[in-house]
């Protein structure tokens, strides 16, 4: 196996998420790397159309930003959509999928930070 083949890359459509992306397309031209992209809902009790819509809302854009990435040409290898606590499913499916590196950006802050 070879060095960095494998990226995971969270996003919350955040512009530290997208950062986040820019930087992981960089490692990914260096090292010629794969890119898997991932999102993290939390699994808030909303009616099941409201789930739908969400689903529905993060696949388009996940959709979105795999076009954006391989037109740099980089390999999206895969999108993953998880439901639960971010942090939990973000390592899970790192290891599930051996992946070499997490990207992430640092998260949605308050006013008051």
Do not use: W, Y
Not at 36 to 41: A, E, G, P
Not at 97 to 109: E, T
Request: net charge negative; charged share 30%; proline share 0%.
């Amino acid at each position: 196996m070879k060095l960095l083949q494998d990226i995971l890359v969270t996003t919350d459509f955040s512009e530290s998420s997208n950062r986040a992306i820019e930087a992981s397309v960089l490692l990914a031209k260096k090292f010629k790397s794969r890119i898997t992209l991932m999102h993290v809902i939390s699994d808030e009790n909303v009616s099941a159309e409201t789930k739908e819509l969400l689903d529905q809302t993060v696949h388009n854009k996940l959709v979105e930003l795999k076009e954006k990435i391989t037109k740099e040409d980089i390999s999206v290898f895969d999108l993953i959509i998880e439901k639960g606590v971010a942090f939990e499913k973000i390592i899970q499916v790192a290891q599930g999928k051996n992946v070499n590196l997490i990207v992430a950006g640092s998260g949605a802050k308050d006013a008051k930070d």
